[in-house]
């Protein structure tokens, strides 16, 4: 169960809320610049989703390097396949 949300400055949306809100896209475009950009839907998917079981140590190993540790997971298989 979730604690309710106390804090006066950012309350929780109410349905009027909802019902004024509009997409960042109708912004004006001096405001949009300041907002992050992000890498939307991926056109060609370059990975496929696979479940595969390792071992814990290795996937402890690789977690431990931070963000990214499956990818490095991909790149030691490339090589290993000798792509």
């Known amino acids: 169960m979730s604690k ?11 349905a009027a809320d909802f019902a004024r809100a509009r997409p960042a896209s109708e912004l004006p475009e001096e405001l949009r610049a300041f907002f ?7 056109k060609t998917p370059t990975k496929i989703p696979v479940s595969l ?3 814990a140590e290795v996937v402890e190993r690789f977690r431990a ?8 997971i991909d790149d030691i298989l490339k090589k290993a396949v000798g792509l």
């Open 53 to 55: 079981r390792l071992s």
């Open 65 to 72: 390097t931070g963000p990214g540790w499956q990818s490095r």
């Open 36 to 42: 992050p950009k992000t890498r939307g839907i991926q």
């Open 4 to 14: 309710p949300n106390d804090d006066p400055e950012n309350p929780e949306w109410t």
